[in-house]
């Protein structure tokens, strides 16, 4: 693996002075949700550079072995009820790379307190556990049709910097891929360690609707300017 994951790059103007790192979904890529960009009409906000990685490739248990991009291995009955499992050590090999993308935008002149964390699904989950746990004050996490993955260590390795952070969480009450149960179990459990959650839910499958990309744009104007 190169040093950085490979990435798509949009910025809304010249020497953008906040970013978004926006990890996909499984078995999807960083093209995924580039062409959200130019639909959320940020006015009001800096210049932002929007960052998609692709995860790596490796093959999926849940999928018959097949070989993906995905930031986990996902297996039977992981996602079943309000169940919260992840592969744990697939989660954090991604942290790690996220990481890098965050301290490359540091690297790059982008203050840590203007970097959102996003993402939808397995990315959201990334998005979660990343940006609680990391070092530095983030401007917020977006976390899209996804749940918290292996919460019981969150406790003891959240990150004081971000005990405050915006949560924009936000779920489909049709969804069959992860259950809406399992978000607002995951919801309650951030609200028990003491986070704000920004709830919000639409009547739509595991996917995203016009109404969820103004919300996302309001809210990213919030954060960031």
């Known amino acids: 693996m190169s040093e950085f ?3 798509i790059e949009i910025e809304t103007a010249p020497n953008p002075s ?20 130019p639909e959320l009409k940020l006015a009001g906000a800096p210049a932002v550079r ?30 079943e009820g309000k169940t919260r499992q992840a592969d744990e050590k697939g989660v954090r090999a991604s942290q790690v790379e996220i990481e890098k993308l ?19 699904s397995q ?19 977006m976390a899209l049709s996804t749940y918290l993955p292996i919460a019981h260590t969150l406790a003891a390795e959240a990150a004081a910097a971000n005990r405050a952070i915006p ?8 969804d069959q891929v992860i259950p809406i149960a399992m978000a607002e179990a995951s919801r309650q459990a951030l609200n028990a360690a003491g986070y704000s959650v920004g709830w919000h839910s639409y009547a739509m499958q ?20």
């Open 5 to 7: 994951l490979e990435t």
């Open 18 to 37: 906040a970013a978004v790192i926006w990890m996909h979904g499984l078995g999807a890529d960083g093209n995924d949700f580039a062409p959200i960009v």
């Open 50 to 79: 929007f960052i998609f990685p692709h995860a790596p490739m490796m093959p999926v248990t849940i999928n018959n072995g097949h070989v993906m991009r995905a930031w986990y291995d996902i297996s039977y009955g992981d996602l």
């Open 102 to 120: 965050i301290a490359r935008e540091t690297g790059r002149g982008i203050a840590a307190n203007k970097i959102v964390v996003a993402g939808f």
């Open 123 to 141: 990315g959201g989950a990334i998005a979660l556990h990343t940006g609680l746990r990391h070092a530095d004050k983030l401007a917020g996490i």
């Open 167 to 174: 949560v924009f969480y936000a779920h489909g009450t049709h």
């Open 206 to 225: 595991h996917s995203v609707c016009a109404e969820e990309i103004g919300d996302i744009s309001a809210w990213l104007v919030s954060v960031l300017r």
